[in-house]
């Protein structure tokens, strides 16, 4: 029996990893911005409301310019919080299951330890702050919804933390990179395989069931960004000596959206509920680089 699933986005990293890794048993219907803007609810209402055969909604849209939210506010709102609110409202109504991504930056980084999803939550930026209201409002207005938060994204496409160390390898003598910020570094391709996977399993579950609800779910292992920046370096040019780098703190590099350091979230739920716990993050980041390798050799 094959799930469809309407999926918002279909550009991002998330979005064209669940497009590449969809199979027989998924039938994925992406609906870009210029099919539907998120910031128009009304659009996002008629969009779920007449699609044809529709057994789960996944939302991969997301305003993640960080810093930029600072001075951006209503628009970080608009896609983070408010079209969610219009997906979930319009899941409930036609009586569909939700899932959306959130991130490990609801948090302030205070707690010593690891983050479990009952956590207080105490984000330090707009955009932070933009995520948690669209998780509110997601759990709210849909009693059918998983919202998973994730962290440190990393994939073949897009822009994200291993793109921009390549690049900047290329043309920077010295690469200064934070060490005092940590989380559990994480795939997306390994997030698209989780929900493609549990698509139909998620379709037909009641609310109540204890899979709805917050849900972490990272690769296994932590790191610092210095640490997976070395990473990077072993694995994508291992014949290479690794480029000149320096360890800093966060605070030698001031940005507009002050960033917490301790992102690291635990997987409780995802091991004792989903019976799963995602592979190591150097073992998918070594895959993912292989991935990136082979698309430059087809381009």
Known sequence: MTTTILQF?????????????????????????????????????????????????????????????????????AVNARGPEAMAKACQARGVPMIHISTDMVFDGEKSGPYVETDATNPLHVYGASKLAGEQAVLEHCDRALVARVSWLFSAFGQNFLQMMLKLADTQPLLKIVDDQRARPTASGDVAGFMLSQAQRLSRL??????????????????????????????????????????????????????????????VKLKGVFGLTLRPWREALEDTIEDLNAAAVNA
């Open 9 to 77: 986005g279909a550009t991002g990293q998330l979005a064209r990893e669940m497009l590449l890794r969809s199979s027989g048993g998924v039938t994925i219907k992406a609906l870009s911005r210029a099919d539907v803007d998120v910031t128009d609810t009304d659009a996002v209402a008629r969009a779920i409301g007449e699609a044809l055969d529709v057994d789960l909604v996944f939302n991969a849209t997301a305003y993640a310019a960080v810093d930029k939210a600072e001075s951006e506010p209503d628009l970080a709102y």
């Open 206 to 267: 009641p609310a109540g069931a204890p899979e709805w609800g917050l849900l972490h779910l990272v690769n296994a292992g932590v790191a610092t960004r210095f640490q997976m920046a070395q990473a990077i370096f072993e694995l994508a040019r291992p014949d290479q000596p690794l480029p000149t780098m320096a360890p800093v703190p966060t605070s030698a590099f001031p940005t507009p959206a002050r960033r917490a350091l301790n992102c690291e979230l635990d997987t």
